[in-house]
Each structure stands twice: as C-alpha cells, then as structure tokens.
C-alpha cells in the first residue's frame, strides 16, 4: 500500500488542524494504521492508531488533543489536533501494518511509509 500524508502548514498556537492519508489499493480496510511524529532533533514518536474495525490508541502524552479516524470507503486516515502548541510542531508521518498487536507503538514494525507532511507551530 502507499501512503500519501497531507495538511501540514503554519498555524498559531491554539489552532486545529486535521491531517490526512491517502492510500492506494483496494486493501485498506485490513490494516491496521498509525500516525508519528519526528520534531527537530529529536526520535520519531508513535502518537496515535487505529485498528481496521475502529479501535483506537494514543500516547499516552497525545490524549485529549489528538483524534484518529478513518473512512475506509474512502481509503484514507486522519488526525486532528486540537490546541496546538509550538511543542507540536513536527513531521507527522502515517504508516501501515498488517496486523494489531501489543507492538503497534513501534515505528519498527510499520511496514508502510507516507512521506510525511510538517506542521509548524507558532507561539
């Protein structure tokens, strides 16, 4: 599957924003997608994810501000991020993986990249 993420930009702190993930091919629906972000000098993060029925999971750090969805007739993922605050400025990535399991918070087990699309924050 390829995963195109889109809906970056500059925004003011306490503004919302709602990203987006096209994905390619017929087979959406059965994996199990995740959001990341990587901000200046610091390690990729796992943020949010959703199973191909639902289910969602945060970091425990991104609850409350962060919402994932998806429409799996429309073969694509979101995230909307509420309050933003120069902290969350990053390149958010999404990414897919087979299956759910206890791992899903581990970039190294996402098979599938986007390209990732910046927000940038500010105060």
């Known amino acids: 599957v390829q995963l195109q993420a889109s809906g970056g930009g500059l925004v003011q702190a306490g503004d919302s924003l709602r990203l987006s993930c096209a994905a390619s091919?017929?087979?959406?629906?059965?994996?199990?997608m995740g959001w990341f972000r990587q901000a200046p000098g610091k390690e990729r993060e796992f943020v949010a994810g959703?199973?191909?029925?639902?289910?969602?999971f945060y970091a425990e750090s991104m609850k409350g501000r962060f919402t994932i969805s998806r429409d799996n007739a429309k073969n694509t993922l979101y995230l909307e991020i509420n309050s933003l605050e120069p902290e969350d400025t990053a390149l958010y990535y999404c990414?897919?993986?087979?299956?759910?399991?206890?791992?899903?918070?581990?970039?190294?087990?996402?098979?599938?990249w986007g390209q990732g699309t910046l927000v940038t924050v500010s105060s």
């Open positions: 990414a897919a993986r087979r299956y759910y399991d206890s791992t899903y918070s581990n970039s190294e087990t996402y098979r599938y």
């Open positions: 959703m199973t191909s029925g639902g289910g969602t």
């Open positions: 091919g017929r087979t959406f629906n059965l994996y199990f």
